[in-house]
T-cell receptor, first 114, second 112 residues
Framework: KQEVTQIPAALSVPEGENLVLNCSFT??????LQWFRQDPGKGLTSLLL?????REQTSGRLNASLDKSSGRSTLYIAASQPGDSATYLC?????????????FGSGTQLTVLP | DAGVTQSPTHLIKTRGQQVTLRCSPK?????VSWYQQALGQGPQFIFQ???????QRGNFPDRFSGHQFPNYSSELNVNALLLGDSALYLC???????????FGPGTRLTVL
């Protein structure tokens, strides 16, 4: 059974810092990995999708990397801003299964202090 | 282009009651997945509907059931509500042959 772990559970940084969020998964047979942002009480916004054949994806100040063999992904946020404050979730999609549903970590709650 | 919509936004029920949550997928999407997210946790997969049939189910009891209509919209029904069913219920839509799922804003269910 796939398990996804995110460390740290919470992180507080001053504005302008570069930061890294970590995600690990136990089964390397994944189809892709996706990073989401969730504001309090709201739905999920997709940030980056990395296919299993890719090593990284970039969007603006965000860069996500994937090391499938070691079961790890990182989300790098450059020059953090207070508006980046949210919970960040990673999720993996398996290679097998008809629905290939996402398995999520518990998230990292990020607070960027002005 | 409307994204995924869900109704209602919030719902309060008492133990033993039944509830129906609704989801309209993103325009052009034919697949709907439902997830339950307890406070402080990541979403857990409930089931997925495609072509009006349940394609796969997560580890949830039969009290959780669903339906997909010909226009691809979907309902999630929960019977005999328990306190532990209190959560944010998320709907996600996708195209059957593509990877990315798009999530709605969720329905917050509180069971008293």
């Amino acid at each position: 059974k796939q398990e996804v772990t995110q460390i740290p559970a919470a992180l507080s940084v001053p504005e302008g810092e570069n930061l890294v969020l970590n995600c690990s998964f136990t089964d390397s047979a994944i189809y892709n990995l996706q990073w989401f942002r969730q504001d309090p009480g709201k739905g999920l916004t997709s940030l980056l999708l990395i296919q299993s054949s890719q090593r990284e994806q970039t969007s603006g100040r965000l860069n996500a990397s994937l090391d499938k063999s070691s079961g790890r992904s990182t989300l790098y946020i450059a020059a953090s801003q207070p508006g980046d404050s949210a919970t960040y979730l990673c999720a993996v999609r398996p290679m097998r299964g008809s629905a290939r549903q996402l398995t999520f970590g518990s998230g990292t709650q990020l607070t960027v202090l002005p | 282009d409307a994204g995924v919509t869900q109704s209602p936004t919030h719902l309060i029920k008492t133990r033993g009651q039944q509830v129906t949550l609704r989801c309209s997928p993103k325009s052009g999407h034919d697949t709907v997945s439902w997830y339950q997210q307890a406070l402080g946790q990541g979403p857990q997969f409930i089931f997925q509907y495609y072509e009006e049939e349940e394609r796969q189910r997560g580890n949830f009891p039969d009290r959780f059931s669903g339906h997909q209509f010909p226009n691809y919209s979907s309902e999630l029904n929960v019977n005999a509500l328990l306190l532990g069913d209190s959560a944010l219920y998320l709907c996600a839509s996708s195209l059957a042959n593509l990877d990315e799922q798009f999530f709605g804003p969720g329905t917050r269910l509180t069971v008293l």
